[in-house]
């Protein structure tokens, strides 16, 4: 991969990298950096480039705010391909096809769920954890007695329920609505509070993570056959990268001694 973003690199102006809305963003919440961003956070998106195409990758899931990203890996193929010859594959992105699964927010209200801001439910965390982190969500700051209208369209939890409540969510643990849009016209014309919709939305994401995490805890239980799946899965992986490189130096000319 080291050796794929140092070809790649001679393909990148720095004043693309530059305009890149995710490298931006995290330089702007890195304050450790002040000023002096590190060449190996910076050229990011060009090993991101290598990760993807090492591995012949076609499709890639991403959130929204992961675009940028593809879309930089994808120029870099275009160019390549484009500069010495059909080499390699194109990736395309498929992304959530509701805007709030693609990016969903942070539970403080912030415009995208991360573990360095820490705002995030997180797939490990235990029943008790889940419960505190639904309780402590960001909601409509103007909707202070539960007569008042709410505002769902910027607020975590409902953003959250549109995600990932189901019908059959809804006939288990609120059956006077039969889905998420009568939840919502309810908290808009007043007449729900917070307390009600949290108490849901916790019940909604325990049994949404549950079996996650009893498949994650069992795993932990067994590190010798995680271990033996990591290395067939490196073994897989090298075969397939190793192919790549192969193609790009012939591509390039740089196999002298064939």
């Known amino acids: 991969l080291t050796e794929l973003s140092f070809y790649y690199m001679n393909l990148v102006t720095v004043a693309r990298l530059q305009r890149n809305p995710t490298v931006k963003t995290e330089i702007a919440q890195k304050e450790k950096f002040n000023g002096g961003v590190p060449v190996g956070f910076f050229t990011y998106p060009i090993s991101q480039a290598a990760d993807i195409t090492a591995f ?34 194109m990736p395309h992105a498929v992304v ?13 209200g912030n415009a995208k769920m991360s573990k360095s801001l820490n705002n995030g439910i997180y ?8 419960a505190a982190k639904v309780k402590s969500m960001y909601t409509d700051p103007k909707h202070l007695r539960v007569e008042d209208p ?43 509070g917070d307390v009600k919709v949290k108490k849901f939305l916790n019940a909604v994401m325990q049994e949404t993570l549950r079996p996650i995490r009893e498949r994650r805890e069992a795993l932990a239980r067994d590190k010798a056959s995680v271990m033996e799946i990591l290395r067939r ?16 130096k012939r591509a390039m ?6």
């Open 233 to 248: 899965g490196t073994s897989d992986a090298r075969s397939v990268a190793a192919d790549t490189i192969a193609r790009v």
């Open 150 to 192: 709410g505002n769902t369209t910027e607020n975590p939890v409902f953003i959250y329920l549109s995600v990932f409540a189901k019908p059959e969510h809804f006939s288990a643990f609120l059956p006077e609505y039969k889905n998420y849009e009568e939840l919502a016209a309810h908290y808009e014309r007043g007449g729900l």
């Open 123 to 130: 797939l490990k965390d235990s029943a008790d954890e889940i």
């Open 253 to 258: 000319k740089l196999n002298y001694f064939d």
């Open 56 to 89: 012949d990758a076609n499709i890639v899931p991403v959130g929204d705010d992961q675009l940028p990203m593809l879309e930089q890996a994808a120029e870099i193929v275009h160019k390549f391909n484009s500069i010495y010859g059909d080499t390699l594959v």
């Open 96 to 108: 959530p096809k509701t805007k709030s699964a693609a990016r969903l927010p942070g539970i403080d």
